[in-house]
């Protein structure tokens, strides 16, 4: 106490003088307040990180809790086999009109583990939504998008656990864990990380898709069109016969602008234009739409793992931000810290891509009409050769129509 009522309450020495001038200094005052703000913010940010990555799983937080403690084993599901799967699953989400819980994007990645991580690889295997199925624990046949709404009715998270069953089904593999995004976080997560290039080999245009006529209801489809969608069923001996007519309407407010078009040549998309050029497929189709979402995953996750997104705040923040409310998974907080590192450990990976559809190589056929519409069936009328294929995806050529990233 006497040194510092010599230092600082009687005349100072010239070295003590020194350092109060020092500490009265105005620039070192606003770099300490700069710090503190900088230490703040980095407690906040992983408060927040937490926070929502707890939101976006459906696992335990005592079992997060478990594997924070150290010499607790963290291993993925399917890493000892060598190979870890992960279902992902895009819709437009709870409570929107137009089929908010179909699953349209159905896409199976793989991560396949070598001993040396920059040996990893990695696949992406599109399911079209129209693949007939039957729905787990029932033995009814429906398309493959309404199994997640399907499940969903039983309870909450339901869906991507029956979507799973299906998935897995069709693949001959565990589908060891699932996410799901829908249409306003995939257009927030797109705006975070300053939208994605594309380049263009010649101009894209859908201009009937986002006017097409739906059912008529009371207050998205509204305008009529004079025409009707069809009810039918298959009798025994194999008559289709039409059981009900419902009348279809247009959407008076226009998705993408009625008419969406992209010219050619290199361009930056925003949310709003990556969402629509994702979910176009009408004058093309549902495999050529299945090509473009897998395109822009690949550039989706090359932008966020750039130095320039992972090193700016600001972008990061607007990740945490899309995420929240707008992707679910059943991955526990650690599984999803565990994937996050050994995928970005992994240099730049060979993707290996497939697009079910309906050509031989492809492995899907069109039976005909039938009670459900649409439908698409497995060549030979099992699944065999898709469980081949997906068993030995890193091994084979790759599909002929699919232009390599």
Request: with cysteine.
């Amino acid at each position: 106490m006497a040194y510092f009522e010599r230092g600082f309450n009687k005349t100072p020495s010239a070295g003590a003088g020194a350092s109060v001038r020092f500490y009265k200094k105005k620039w070192f005052k606003i770099a300490m307040i700069f710090v503190a703000i900088i230490a703040i913010s980095g407690g906040v940010f992983a408060w927040k990180t937490g926070s929502v990555l707890q939101k976006i799983s459906s696992g335990g937080f005592l079992q997060s809790l478990v594997h924070a403690i150290p010499g607790v084993e963290d291993k993925l599901k399917g890493e000892d086999e060598g190979r870890v799967n992960m279902l992902i699953l895009g819709m437009r989400g709870d409570n929107m009109p137009g089929g908010g819980l179909l699953a349209d994007t159905i896409i199976v990645a793989s991560v396949k583990l070598a001993e040396n991580p920059a040996e990893n690889k990695v696949s992406m295997i599109s399911i079209p939504r129209d693949l007939y199925v039957t729905v787990p624990g029932t033995q009814d046949k429906q398309k493959i998008n309404a199994v997640h709404y399907y499940g969903e009715q039983k309870g909450k998270g339901q869906g991507l656990e029956d979507m799973k069953t299906a998935v897995s089904e069709v693949m001959g593999m565990p589908i060891h864990y699932a996410s799901s995004i829908n249409f306003s976080g995939f257009k927030q997560l797109i705006n975070a990380i300053g939208g994605i290039e594309v380049t263009l080999d010649k101009s894209f245009e859908e201009p009937l898709q986002f006017n097409e006529p739906h059912v008529c209801d009371s207050s998205v489809f509204t305008v009529p069109t004079g025409e009707y969608e069809y009810k039918k069923h298959t009798t025994r001996t194999g008559k289709v016969k039409v059981v009900a007519q419902y009348p279809l309407c247009t959407n008076p407010n226009t998705e993408c602008g009625g008419d969406f078009k992209l010219p050619a040549g290199q361009q930056t998309l925003n949310g709003d234009q990556a969402l629509c050029y994702a979910r176009s497929r009408v004058t093309t189709n549902d495999f050529e739409r299945a090509k473009r979402q897998q395109m822009i995953i690949q550039l989706v996750k090359d932008k966020m793992l750039s130095a320039g997104t992972l090193t700016d705040f600001s972008k990061i923040n607007g990740v945490l931000d899309s995420l929240g409310d707008n992707v679910r998974t059943d991955m526990q907080v650690w599984e999803m810290e565990e994937f996050y590192k050994l995928y970005k450990d992994m240099p730049d990976p060979k993707v290996y891509q497939r697009v079910l559809e309906d050509s031989e190589e492809g492995f899907l056929y069109y039976p005909g009409e039938s009670a459900a519409g649409y439908i698409l069936l497995p060549r030979g009328d099992n699944y065999d050769r898709i469980h081949e294929m997906a068993k030995n995806i890193f091994d084979l050529p790759a599909q002929s129509d699919i232009k390599p990233k």
